[in-house]
């Protein structure tokens, strides 16, 4: 006897995950906002059942909102590629790593304990951020973009400064001017 096959998920189902995703996402990048999974429910106007369906756990939500932030980086580097020039994508991915550094900062409490589980394998993420980070640089090679001799791993050291720096200085140095320095800094030097 088969098993029968999964149901597919209700179109307002899928759309209330992808509500809550979102909400918590944008919650934890949000330093002094409530992270309450009831506040998370009510901003993302479901009930909290709604929510402990999807999510039955804190950790739950966290491991979902760390796992969509890596794919939204990993598929960006594909998907502005796709658009724009590499120099523009690099760039334009940088907002993404901040925006991901920043979700991440919110989920310090409960993000520990994912990596001790084996729920959110960190080597693993950083393999797939290096190799994001290298299919752009690649392409910024081959178009004379982007300085040849950048490694993903400088690159990934630079943007984790950057957001440390920036987070911690203040308003007197923002992260978006560094990171258009950095860009400067990875195109190639030019002869006058």
């Known amino acids: 006897m088969t ?11 899928a759309r209330n995950r992808d509500q ?21 429910a009510r901003e993302a ?7 402990y369906r999807h999510f039955p756990t804190r950790e739950s939500l966290v491991e979902a909102v760390y796992r969509d932030q890596v794919v939204r980086l990993t ?16 760039r334009r991915w940088m907002d993404l790593f901040g925006n991901w ?30 190799d994001a980070i290298s299919t752009i640089l690649d392409a910024g090679r ?13 690159t990934a050291a630079g943007l984790i400064g950057i957001f440390t720096v920036a987070h911690q200085s203040g308003p007197t140095v923002t992260a978006d001017r560094l990171l258009d320095i950095f860009l400067d800094g990875l195109r190639p030097q030019r002869n006058p």
Not at 20 to 40: D, F, H, K, M, N
Not at 106 to 128: C, F, K, N, Q, Y
């Open 142 to 154: 081959a178009a004379g973009d982007l300085r040849p001799d950048v490694t993903a791993e400088e």
């Open 101 to 130: 550094i920043a979700t991440k900062n919110g989920m310090l409490d409960t993000l520990p304990a994912l990596i001790e589980s084996g729920a959110v394998g960190h080597a693993r993420t950083r393999d797939e951020l290096l």
């Open 75 to 90: 598929k960006g580097a594909q998907d502005l590629l796709a658009g724009e020039a590499p120099a523009v994508a690099m």
């Open 45 to 51: 106007g479901v009930g909290i059942g709604t929510l």
């Open 3 to 13: 098993s029968p096959k999964p149901r597919a998920k209700r179109a307002d189902a």
């Open 20 to 40: 809550l995703l979102e909400v918590a996402t944008r919650v934890l990048a949000s330093p002094g906002a409530e992270t309450s999974l009831r506040a998370i």
